[in-house]
């Protein structure tokens, strides 16, 4: 059985490859999806596990301790891998870094979902949050749409923004703080959120018509970075109904206080593909929950196998 750790196949993996991955994957059979999650106090243990006719089937297994980015030395808060089993035996074939295999899913979804769902040519990127998503997303989305020649970074923390803008230096594309969230919201063409918080933050208030609000921070019952007005004058995608309605808060909220309905969730990554779902028109405001999933991880870590054994 292989084990591929992350500086052995991070150098060898494309923004593009990893999009085309994940759209080929959503043509295939509707995946089989459970999850499992114990612990005892804060400390986590979460087991997703993922079938997919025509590709394999995967088990992640991640644990998460929040302590531990305050011991001495610092350790990860979220440490684990992906097993693939080989479909046609169900012998396991390969163990993958399971932070490998987060970072290229977490933006690649969200890439895949503005490759669908913005606008052909998209000038100005803003990306809220400092941390490791934040700086993935900066290099993603360039990488899918060349047109991006503005990028503002705005942080609660306006002097983590300011580092994440120092390492873009030799950049492309103009890379800068956003002092001002309003005005930076209303000024990008794609406004992309990574962040903690549980708070909504981003007000449907500031965006323009056109558009594309990408989704990426709340992943519990309890959070969110929309309000209310984001998800009313926009149009509600998600990468997957079965991993985010009844189970991120940015969605189940404005579900459970009637603000939007189930009716208002116009269609998933697989829908859009099929063609059965799409954005209205060039002026339509899109809304794209990326909810993570364990068909993602699958997918990305089958792609991970591959590049890694034609080496």
Wanted: net charge negative; hydrophobic share 45%; proline share 5%.
């Amino acid at each position: 059985m292989k084990v591929i750790g992350f500086e052995e196949a991070d150098g060898r993996l494309t923004w593009p490859m990893v999009v085309e991955a994940l759209e080929a994957g959503h043509r295939l059979a509707a995946p089989q999806i459970g999850d499992l999650l114990i612990g005892s106090g804060e400390n986590k243990m979460l087991n997703r596990a993922a079938w997919i006719d025509g590709l394999g089937i995967a088990l992640k297994s991640v644990t998460v301790f929040p302590g531990n980015p305050r011991a001495d030395p610092p350790r990860p808060s979220v440490q684990g891998s992906v097993l693939l089993f080989d479909p046609e035996t169900g012998a396991p074939n390969a163990v993958v870094d399971g932070g490998l295999v987060t970072k290229w899913k977490t933006v690649g979804d969200s890439l895949l979902g503005a490759k669908l769902l913005a606008s052909r040519e998209p000038k100005t990127l803003l990306v809220c949050g400092a941390g490791n998503v934040a700086a993935n997303l900066v290099a993603g989305y360039q990488a899918i749409f060349p047109s991006i020649g503005t990028i503002l970074v705005w942080n609660r923390t306006t002097s983590r923004a300011e580092e994440l803008v120092a390492s873009f230096d030799d950049d492309a594309a103009t890379v800068c703080v956003a002092a001002d969230l309003a005005e930076a919201a209303a000024a990008a063409d794609i406004v992309s959120t990574a962040t903690m918080a549980s708070d909504p933050f981003l007000k449907g208030a500031w965006l323009t018509p056109g558009t594309h609000v990408d989704l990426i921070g709340a992943y519990t019952p309890d959070m969110r970075e929309a309000d209310d007005a984001v998800m009313t004058g926009g149009e509600i995608f998600v990468d997957s109904k079965k991993t985010t309605i009844g189970h991120i808060g940015e969605i189940q909220i404005p579900l459970d206080a009637g603000t939007i309905t189930q009716a208002d969730i116009l269609g998933d990554l697989s829908d859009i593909i099929m063609e059965k779902a799409g954005r209205s028109g060039p002026d339509a405001i899109t809304v794209f929950k990326n909810g993570g999933g364990a068909h993602l991880d699958l997918m990305v870590a089958d792609l991970i196998a591959k590049v890694v054994a034609a080496q």
